[in-house]
């Protein structure tokens, strides 16, 4: 039984991800773990109107039914918890990172903000990109050293100890892209501000 | 060997052997050093058959790769031993000069094994290691010892125990810097124990970093975050650590009158502003920490260091009193004699419920303030009831026949959160390792302050992942070594980036976190090895059945279902035993053949 709590945070996290553009309709999902459980969102349920029948409770290791109506990318939500300390995992499709993502290996901010929270987010590539081991084993494997990280073509997964946190950097990271888009789009001679900033390369 | 000196100190107190041996660097990069070290070490040297004042018993004092490399609040190291207070695997941990000087003397840790004939003290220096006679010094105080050997925090500093120490007070602590404590569960008394009242060490080597340039870049970040956390930048160095008085109590969370209430309507009169605005001199900080929350004071009596939070509780909320004054001199007593502060004011306040309801012929009332001084006093000279008292609260409620009255986990006195209102705090208390503490991980962040980001502290469900998480989070400070004040502000990813760049062993965030789980279950079969079990991770009855009050009334701890939640979350089984997947994946399998 989830605590109402708990839905009520997926609740939020859910509808602020849908009205600031980071999925569409039914697109992306969430969850966190409690200890050897994973709470995630229903395949095909609308992050923006959750439902407390929405959030699927199921194993961290072990399959029960759970399975059978947990989002499909719940592969992918347990293998970064087997691999990192998160207690939350929100995966988005921010427009604006994928479209960064398909021209270039790693996302550098521009922005006072994003350097200092993020610093730098890096951009993997698998063959099949959705609900595979193979892209679950990426993404986790970058998530050891990095709070975000992009799927080329594909949207972004973030971790956090709670789903705000996972969603900061997530709102953070398209707010990052939309400076560079505009600073790139204006076209003018960037006066660089931050002291060390190429060492964002090597974060 | 970058980061990591490479060398173990051994010292037999006994023979007057000294030798120097290589640090096992499988070990190392496995435990890294300060406490996980220590906890590594000890599990080879004392076993459940070695009494913690045994000469066999062994002080463990370690840096970790961290110390002294100039990273912020790179001052610190810990002492491991067997504690006298709980039978536990403890560490204690201390800031101010002293670690960072041990380890530019050459070293990562020092044992010191069997007992001298005599007292002595020892003398680290790069050009070698003697020990010297310290008849002269036994029975002086900690700062008339300091001042004897010449303390001076840029060149030479000095570790060593006051008479509460020598007295075998079994919450007695090591002191160094004067001021500086590693306190909790009485590291001092097995100093004591071993006729050792002080170390000295002089050093001038400075760390080798694998990757300096990525490592300063590491620390120019990081500073970045202490600078905007305002808890680092401002509520710190204005208020100091007990700036967080005012905001427990109004959650109704201030354990007061031995936790009977969880509001205390004086508190206003012990909060850091009133320190602040009444006795603060000026705050002070250790050696490369630029948050400077300690607290230079003066009374009419004098001038010394404190009261933090916990002190300013112990003596303050838990013993019903708001006399600041009372409460800042008791605090310089403590720092003189050599005794942790939180044992002793719980203590105190334990020993004022047994008079109150009758089982203890004493004076001590709640609210006497005027018998506070006197009673530390007599604590650390074993005088009187004071000698009872200096048997800590678990062993004196006993006594009287009500047990239940000591505010203890694993017999070590919980500090200044009541758990009924902050549950996970709760169930940090009850699984802590070395006994009931805030320091093996601390629910304040998540449950109160909202760093980094506030969850419902009435919550039950779930909150096993965030104590987990702190958990390992606390192993893994205590072990590069760092301070938990840093953490506040630092998140774990930059520590991770400043040891890989310092070292130049690969350390993503994910694993070092996971180098804490290892520590964490490593102690836990120690202690499952000196015959603690599942019922030892429990809290005191009046948490789980007596309502709480103020801000957080009518709640009690949930323990039972987090407990359950947590050993799952764990990979323990229903014991609290870990299980033989998880000690594989954690790499402790072959050494918890003896345990499991």
């Known amino acids: 039984m989830v605590d109402e709590r708990v839905y009520e945070m997926f609740r939020e996290i859910g509808r602020d991800m849908y009205v600031h553009n980071l999925v569409s309709s039914h697109g992306g999902n969430i969850s966190v773990r409690f200890g050897d459980r994973i709470i995630i969102k229903r395949r095909g349920a609308m992050l923006g109107r959750l439902k407390p029948h929405d959030l699927i409770e199921t194993g961290l290791e072990k399959n029960d039914s759970g399975v059978a109506l947990a989002s499909t990318e719940l592969i992918v939500h347990r293998a970064i918890y087997k691999a990192t300390p998160a207690l939350a995992v929100v995966h988005a499709h921010p427009r604006r990172a994928i479209s960064l993502s398909l021209s270039r290996d790693e996302i550098i901010p521009i922005d006072n903000e994003g350097s200092y929270l993020l610093k730098k987010i890096p951009v993997v590539e698998v063959e099949f990109a959705s609900g595979t081991p193979q892209m679950a084993n990426a993404i986790a494997d970058g998530l050891r050293t990095y709070k975000i990280v992009m799927m080329r073509g594909h949207g972004s997964f973030a971790t956090g100890q709670t789903l705000d946190e996972a969603f900061q950097w997530t709102d953070a990271l398209e707010e990052v892209c939309e400076i560079i888009m505009y600073a790139h789009a204006m076209n003018e001679q960037m006066i660089e501000y931050r002291k060390h900033s190429d060492s964002y390369k090597n974060w | 060997m970058k980061g990591w000196m490479g060398k173990v100190l051994n010292v037999d107190l006994g023979s007057g052997a000294i030798t120097t041996t290589p640090l096992d660097m499988d070990m190392a990069t496995q435990f890294i050093g300060g406490r996980g070290l220590g906890a590594r070490l000890l599990w080879d040297l004392v076993g459940p058959e070695v009494e913690p004042f045994s000469p066999d018993n062994v002080l463990i004092f370690a840096a970790g790769p961290l110390t002294a490399t100039g990273y912020q609040t790179s001052n610190r190291f810990s002492v491991s031993t067997k504690s006298p207070l709980t039978g536990t695997v403890l560490d204690a941990n201390s800031g101010g000069w002293w670690g960072m000087h041990f380890k530019r003397a050459g070293y990562d840790a020092m044992i010191v094994r069997g007992r001298a004939e005599k007292p ?73 124990s071993k006729n050792l009242k002080a170390i000295v060490v002089e050093g001038k080597t400075r760390v080798e970093m694998d990757d300096k340039e990525r490592f300063r870049f590491v620390q120019y970040e990081s500073t970045k975050m202490l600078k905007a956390n305002p808890v680092t930048s401002q509520a710190f160095p204005e208020f100091g650590t007990s700036v967080v008085m005012n905001i427990i109590n109004a959650i109704g969370a201030l354990p007061t009158r031995n936790f009977q209430q969880s509001y205390f309507e004086h508190a206003d009169d012990i909060s850091g502003e009133t320190i602040t605005e009444d006795i603060l001199i000026k705050n002070t900080a250790c050696w490369a920490c630029p948050i400077a929350c300690t607290r230079l004071t003066k009374t009419s009596k004098g001038e010394g260091e404190g009261p933090e939070y916990e002190s300013a509780w112990s003596f303050g909320a838990a013993c019903g009193i708001h006399d600041l004054e009372a409460i800042t001199n008791t605090n310089y007593i403590c720092n003189d004699l050599g005794m942790d502060t939180i044992s002793a004011g719980s203590t105190i306040a334990c020993a004022m419920e047994l008079t109150e309801r009758g089982l203890l012929d004493s004076d001590l009332r709640f609210g006497r303030a005027d018998l506070l001084e006197q009673t530390v006093e007599d604590i650390g000279y074993r005088r ?69 980001k506030l969850i419902d502290r009435l919550q039950v469900q779930g909150k096993a992942g965030y104590v987990i998480l702190h958990q390992h989070s606390a192993a893994v400070l ?41 520590i964490w279950n490593l102690e836990r079969l120690y202690n499952l090895r000196e015959g603690f079990t599942r019922d030892d991770d429990n809290l005191p009855p009046r948490l789980l059945n007596e309502p709480a009050t103020g801000g957080s009334e009518g709640q009690v701890s949930h323990l039972g279902p987090m407990l359950e939640e947590y050993y799952r979350a764990r990979g323990w089984d229903a014991n609290g035993v870990p299980k033989r997947a998880k000690l594989e994946d954690l790499g402790l399998a072959e050494l918890a053949l003896e345990v499991v």
């Open chain 2, 120 to 192: 002595v003290y020892i003398e680290i220096k790069e050009d070698g290691v003697t020990i010297h006679d310290a008849t002269h010094l036994w029975g002086r105080t900690v700062s008339e010892t300091s001042e004897a050997l010449g303390q001076n925090k840029n060149k030479r500093s000095v570790l060593c125990i006051g008479p509460a120490g020598e007295n075998r007070v079994l919450f007695a602590a090591i002191m160094n810097d004067a001021t500086r404590a590693a306190a909790r569960g009485g590291p001092g008394a097995v100093m004591g």
């Open chain 2, 384 to 452: 009187g009831l004071g000698d009872e008292l200096a048997e800590g609260s678990a062993r004196l409620a006993a006594k009287y026949g009500a047990p239940e009255l000591s505010m203890s986990v694993k017999k070590l006195e919980m500090p200044a959160y009541d758990p009924r209102g902050m549950q996970g705090q709760g169930l940090l208390f009850a699984t802590s390792n070395r006994g009931g503490c805030h320091m093996r991980g601390n629910m304040l962040g998540s449950e109160v302050l909202g760093l980094p």
């Open chain 2, 478 to 518: 205590d072990s590069i070594v760092a301070c938990k004040f840093a953490n506040i502000a630092i998140a774990e990813e930059y520590f991770a980036r400043a040891l890989t760049a310092l070292t130049g062993v690969s350390y993503p965030t994910g694993d070092l976190i996971k180098a804490g789980e290892r």
